[in-house]
């Protein structure tokens, strides 16, 4: 059974960093693509950061690029997203997915989600 289960969040204050992480059981995370996507109250779920599969191709959103860092660990068969100089606007509920085929910020490539974990940017 396909799983992912993120943690890591919680409250932070403004410039502040949390590393959150995307464990999964089921298949192996090496070779899947997978995305980090946050969604705020109110607001649609967007796409923060990608990582490939065997090359380990990242990118980006303008608004976390520069401040936030994906990465991998095979041997754990875990993916990160470092998070540093926190904003408030950074503060939304934070999902990883993966998908075997198909990888990018676009959250419909993705086939498998986790149940996401809060993160909160507040002084």
């Known amino acids: 059974q396909v799983q992912l289960v993120e943690s890591g969040g919680g409250l932070v204050q403004p410039g502040g960093s949390l590393r959150l992480s995307c464990a999964a059981s089921?298949?192996?995370?090496?070779?899947?693509?997978i995305g980090w996507f946050r969604q705020a109250p109110g607001k649609e779920r967007e796409g923060v950061s990608y990582?490939?599969?065997?090359?380990?191709?990242?990118s980006y959103a303008d608004s976390v690029k520069g401040r936030f860092t994906i990465s991998r660990d095979n041997a754990k068969n875990t993916v990160y997203l470092q998070m540093n100089s926190l904003k408030p606007e950074d503060t939304a509920v934070y999902y990883c997915?993966?998908?075997?085929?198909?990888?990018?910020?676009?959250?419909?490539?993705?086939?498998?989600w986790g149940q996401g974990t809060q993160v909160t940017v507040s002084s």
């Open positions: 089921g298949f192996r995370l090496d070779s899947y693509r």
């Open positions: 997915a993966a998908d075997p085929w198909r990888g990018g910020l676009l959250k419909g490539y993705y086939s498998y």
């Open positions: 990582i490939g599969s065997s090359i380990g191709t990242t």
